[in-house]
């Protein structure tokens, strides 16, 4: 158990729909990451939070947002959902914004999605 | 930019055999740290290792090894006596800089391993 907590672990929904993911990081990690993982296109970083902003910003659509609350927990939104959405969305904790340079990443269990 | 390559898709080796899963990256800086990662058929990551650029020297832990070598831009992994347990995706991850931003995976290796 890497002590970070994401829900829902399975979510189905339909295209143009919206949907929230939510993530809770390991207690004291002030850092919050959000990861894509689809069969054709591996593991992509989307964004990075660290103690309420925005730190880092990978491959995220325009569709997709994020943010991360006093109580350092984050939420990703995903809006106009489209088939190729369907994914499984990894949220990922370190103790401080510097995960490569002082450690490692603690990933959560994912939350799957389905885009029918 | 970054770059992280697993060549080998997926590997099928037997039960006890030896296994070395490659991993070339791409970076400019020269600070920079690696990473392998476990994703077991259940579906969580699991952190393996940690390596910074300064640091070549290769490590053992148990039945796994790593070997880091900056001349060719790569970092190995090999499991030795392999065991079906080890049946996974491996990851190989970069990140760069002196604040490790820029977490970056390479797409996987699958790794089966037969009784």
């Known amino acids: 158990d890497s002590g970070v907590t994401q829900t829902p672990k399975h979510l189905i929904t339909a295209t143009g729909q919206r949907v929230t993911l939510r993530c809770s990081p390991r207690s004291g990690d002030l850092s919050v990451y959000w990861y894509q993982q689809s069969l054709d296109q591996g593991l992509q970083f989307l964004i990075q939070?660290?103690?309420?902003?925005?730190?880092a910003k990978g491959n995220i659509l325009e569709r997709f947002s994020a943010q991360q609350f006093p109580d350092l927990h984050s939420e990703l939104n995903l809006s106009s959902l489209e088939l190729g959405d369907s994914a499984l969305y990894f949220c990922?904790?370190?103790?401080?914004?510097?995960?490569?340079?002082?450690?490692?990443?603690?990933f959560g269990e994912g939350s799957r999605l389905t885009v029918l | 930019a970054q770059k992280v390559t697993q060549a080998q898709t997926e590997i099928s080796v037997v039960e006890k055999e030896d296994v070395t899963l490659d991993c070339v990256y791409e970076?400019?800086?020269?600070?920079?740290?690696l990473f392998w990662y476990k994703q077991p058929p259940s579906g969580e990551l699991v952190f393996l290792i940690r390596?910074?650029?300064?640091?070549?020297q290769n490590e053992i832990s148990g039945r796994y090894s790593w070997n880091f070598q900056k001349s060719t831009s790569s970092f190995n992994f090999t499991i030795t006596a392999s065991q079906v347990v080890d049946s996974a995706v491996y990851f190989c991850?970069?990140?760069?800089?002196?604040?490790?931003?820029?977490?970056?995976f390479g797409p996987g290796t699958r790794l089966s391993v037969l009784p």
């Open positions: 991850a970069l990140s760069e800089g002196n604040y490790g931003q820029n977490f970056v």
């Open positions: 939070y660290y103690n309420g902003e925005e730190r």
């Open positions: 970076t400019r800086d020269t600070t920079y740290y």
């Open positions: 390596r910074n650029s300064f640091d070549e």
């Open positions: 990922a904790s370190s103790v401080d914004g510097l995960a490569g340079a002082t450690g490692e990443l603690f």
